[in-house]
């Protein structure tokens, strides 16, 4: 049974050693590879390779910047829930970490995907804005079932698997690509498609969850995302008239 909220004097000498381990691995690997406001973020939020985050004190941090919260939940979220949650700038976030022996592969997130990957960023403003907001329209047309399909592709393909473009160069801003060392390989490499953000394509775009992504899209700005989440609206809207 996976923990429902975390107690923090359940983690074990191997927990941190697996927090550590992964923390002083993709740091390094993510050098000149991730979002420099995801760089920002993480040391705003100070996490450290020698502590397991505290949520209260993660909560706390999150507070003062964005208003956004952790809930603990023992597994990865049913999607009406999540997106639910997101619209009450909440995140659902496991509190359990993957062994020693898994260190390179797992089939479901655990904290460190969660907490490493997409936390930092919920302290940025115009980040948590569009997270916000994309959440909210979620929330709005929860038993819409094609609206919510083009939803979780928006989301896949930003928050989890999203590249920026900084100085001219790419760089990683989803959470599925900063939390595993092979997806940022694959994502900042030659072996994968890149192309320009337009939010019509990735609504129509269907993703896999079982393999390292063959295409990733690249936004200027979060504020970006949050522009054509209005327009994304406007055009909804019009059709369900
Ligand atoms: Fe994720």
């Known amino acids: 049974m996976r923990p429902t909220e975390q107690i923090y004097s359940n983690y074990t000498p191997e927990d941190f050693l697996v927090w550590k381990t992964l923390f002083n691995r993709q740091l390094k690997n993510l050098e000149n590879k991730v979002s420099s406001e995801f760089m920002y973020s993480l040391e705003r939020i100070e996490f450290n390779a020698d502590a397991i985050p505290d ?6 941090k999150l507070n003062t910047f964005t208003g956004w919260q952790l809930v603990t939940v023992p597994n990865i979220s049913e999607v009406d829930s999540f997106f639910k949650f997101l619209a009450q700038k909440k995140f659902t976030s496991t509190c359990w970490l993957r062994t020693m022996q898994q260190l390179d592969y797992l089939e479901e997130p655990d904290m460190f995907h969660d907490v490493f990957g997409h936390t930092p960023l919920l302290s940025n403003k115009s980040y948590s804005v569009f997270f916000e907001a994309m959440g909210k329209l979620a929330a709005k047309h929860i ?4 609206i919510i399909l083009k939803l979780q592709r928006l989301y896949w393909f930003t928050i989890e698997f999203g590249l920026i473009k900084e100085d001219n160069k790419l760089k990683a801003f989803g959470a599925g690509i900063i939390s595993s060392k092979e997806e940022t390989e694959n994502a900042i490499g030659n072996r994968s498609l890149k192309t320009d953000f337009d939010i019509d394509r990735i609504m129509e775009h269907d993703f896999r969850t079982d393999i390292l992504q063959n295409e990733y ?3 200027d700005s979060f504020e970006q995302l949050g522009h054509c989440l209005k327009q994304f609206e406007k055009e909804i809207e019009e059709v369900l008239l």
Do not use: G, P
């Not at 949520?55 to 706390?60: S, Y």
């Not at 038993?143 to 094609?146: L, S």
């Open 55 to 60: 949520f209260v004190q993660v909560n706390k």
């Open 143 to 146: 038993h819409q079932k094609e």
């Open 217 to 219: 899209y690249v936004i």
